[in-house]
C-alpha cells in the first residue's frame, strides 16, 4: 500500500502483483506494510478480514496459536478462522515451532502494524484494490487448495466487499483488476473493473506500467 497525493492505494487481495505494480509505478515514493500487500486471499477471504476488523473480533482470530498450521510440503501458513487466506511468504516453521515463541510474538507485532496500516491509513480518499490477474495464480494456488473458482470474482463478491469496506472507511472507492477468464460475465462491463488481459503463465509481475489505468482512475476520481 502507499499514500500518494492524499489518496491511500490499499491492495486488498490477492495477489503481489498489485503492489509490485505500486512500487514500480511510484518507485519515489516509500510503501507501507498493508495487511493483504505479499498475501493471497479470494474475495470471501478479504471480505472476512474487513467484517472481522469491523465488529472487533479479527485480532483474536488472528492470536489463536492453535488455528494455525501448515499446507503441503511448501508450509505455506494459514489460519483455520479464516479460510482462504494463505499467508505467502511468513516463515512458518518457526512461527509454529513453540520452542521459539518469539517467532509467533513477532509475528503477532507484524500483523498488529500492518493491520493499522491497513485499516486506519490517515486522512484521505482510501482506494482498495482487488485482484486475480496475476499470471502465476492459478499454479501457485494450486499448490494449497483446489477452490480455484473461490477466485473468481462475481457480482455477489464486489457487493460483500462494498459493503465491508464502508463499515471501516469514509467513502472508500474499489477498484478490480481482474483476468476476464475469472470473472463474471458482464463485470468487466463496469467502470470500476479493469480487464488488463495477462495471460495464465509463470510469471508473477507482470509488465511495467500494466495497471497504469487504474493509477489513471484514481487520480482522476473525484468525491
Known amino acids: 500500500m502507499i499514500t500518494i497525493e492524499g489518496r491511500h492505494i490499499i491492495p486488498i487481495g490477492c495477489s503481489c502483483i498489485s503492489q ?12 507501507r506494510g498493508g495487511f493483504f500487500d505479499w ?80 485499516f486506519k491509513p490517515g486522512a484521505g480518499a482510501v482506494h482498495l484494490l482487488w485482484s486475480n490477474i496475476q499470471p502465476n495464480l492459478k499454479i501457485v494456488t494450486a499448490r494449497v487448495t483446489d477452490d ?8 455477489q463478491a464486489i457487493d460483500r466487499l462494498e ?4 463499515r471501516l472507511f469514509e467513502a472508500p472507492k474499489l477498484w478490480f483488476v481482474i483476468n476476464r477468464d475469472n470473472c463474471e460475465t458482464g463485470l468487466a462491463a463496469r467502470p470500476n473493473v479493469f480487464d488488463l488481459g495477462l495471460e495464465r503463465s509463470a510469471k508473477y509481475i507482470g509488465p511495467k506500467g500494466h495497471y497504469a489505468p487504474v493509477f489513471r482512475s484514481i487520480a482522476q476520481h473525484s468525491y
Open 20 to 31: 509490485f505494480q505500486i512500487q514500480k509505478r511510484f518507485a519515489d515514493h516509500p510503501p
Open 39 to 118: 498475501n493471497i486471499a479470494t474475495p470471501a477471504a478479504s471480505a472476512r478480514v474487513m467484517e472481522a476488523y469491523a465488529d472487533g473480533s479479527l485480532m483474536p482470530l488472528l492470536a489463536d496459536f492453535s488455528a494455525y498450521t501448515t499446507l503441503t510440503r511448501q508450509h505455506y501458513l494459514i489460519n483455520r478462522h479464516l479460510p482462504g487466506l494463505y499467508f505467502w511468504h511468513e516463515p512458518a516453521r518457526d512461527i509454529l515451532n513453540a520452542e521459539t515463541p518469539d517467532a509467533f510474538a513477532a509475528f503477532q507485532s507484524k500483523l498488529t502494524h500492518q493491520l493499522a496500516n491497513t
Open 148 to 155: 480455484w473458482g473461490g477466485f473468481g470474482l462475481t457480482c
Open 163 to 166: 459493503a465491508a469496506a464502508a
